[in-house]
């Protein structure tokens, strides 16, 4: 039986971090400061944004939401972020996704400031991720390294598998974890026999978005698997590994919800930190 990562613990240990950080920053009249920018209403982007108000408030970050009508043309968007991107008192800025049809997202995140680019996508920093340069990196694929240096577990010298090559996590991933020298092997939806790569891990981290796709059978007994997916399910939400198969051959592993997931706006917060230093000339 798998030992459980835990990983609302690990974020919580982040956000203590985070506050008292903060409250350093205040002491010498610096308050950090994020703003959210979103169109439209989508349902799940309301609420992902209420609860990053909720964390930033509870560790000392100001934040400001600033919504704006679905119907709202790309060029006030785009206006709105150089006014954000021209504003000291903001440290980072955060677009929801997804944006309305007529948006181009790639326009409007390539309009966010390096420095203030919270949620790492700007092609700057994902340079800086190849580079080890000193850029704002994704939230998740983060969240996937950090989870293991915080459980203990040893990264160097180890064979991970990352099932998935998307570019919010799966990239990534490969450069960020290449920082702790494992051997990577990618794979993905279309790779064929998936298991006999699986199966030679140390570590698996899937981020394929597909429910459940890697079960008990294609795992190392004893290895650390963690789960990055978040899928919708009848009754809840799952993750890409199939749970209780694995965990009853994992050495460690991730739940969904409860693992990945719970240190992502954490994170998030430690970037507004890392933009605000980088602005300040402190990285």
Do not use: W
């Amino acid at each position: 039986m798998a030992n459980l990562i835990d990983g609302k613990a690990i974020a919580a240990q982040i956000k203590e971090e985070i506050k008292t950080e903060v409250a350093g920053l205040r002491a010498e009249g610096i308050v950090p400061k994020m703003a959210v920018v979103l169109v439209g209403d989508d349902p799940a982007s309301v609420v992902y944004a209420k609860s990053k108000q909720k964390v930033a408030n509870g560790v000392g970050i100001d934040f400001e939401l600033f919504e704006m009508p679905a119907s709202t043309p790309e060029e006030e968007v785009l206006a709105l972020i150089e006014r954000l991107n021209n504003d000291a008192n903001i440290h980072g800025i955060m677009v929801e996704l997804p944006l309305p049809k007529h948006i181009s997202k790639e326009r409007v995140m390539e309009a966010v400031a390096p420095n203030k680019d919270i949620d790492g996508v700007h092609p700057i920093n994902r340079g800086y991720i190849l580079s080890n340069g000193p850029g704002l990196f994704p939230a998740t694929p983060q969240s996937c390294v950090e989870i293991m240096l915080r459980s203990g577990i040893e990264i160097a010298g180890k064979h991970a598998v990352i099932v998935g090559r998307g570019e919010t996590v799966g990239k990534p991933l490969v450069f960020l974890l290449l920082k702790h020298n494992p051997t990577i092997t990618v794979c993905h939806s279309k790779t064929p026999d998936l298991g006999q790569y699986t199966r030679q891990a140390d570590i698996v981290i899937a981020a394929v978005g597909k429910a459940k796709m890697i079960t008990g059978d294609m795992i190392k007994p004893g290895a650390v698997v963690v789960d990055a997916g978040i899928n919708e399910v009848d009754g809840g939400i799952c993750g890409d590994v199939d749970f209780e198969s694995a965990k009853e051959v994992a050495g460690a592993i991730t739940p969904v919800p409860g693992g990945v997931g719970s240190l992502t706006t954490v994170l998030i917060l430690k970037n507004v930190l890392k933009g605000l230093k980088i602005q300040l000339g402190r990285e």
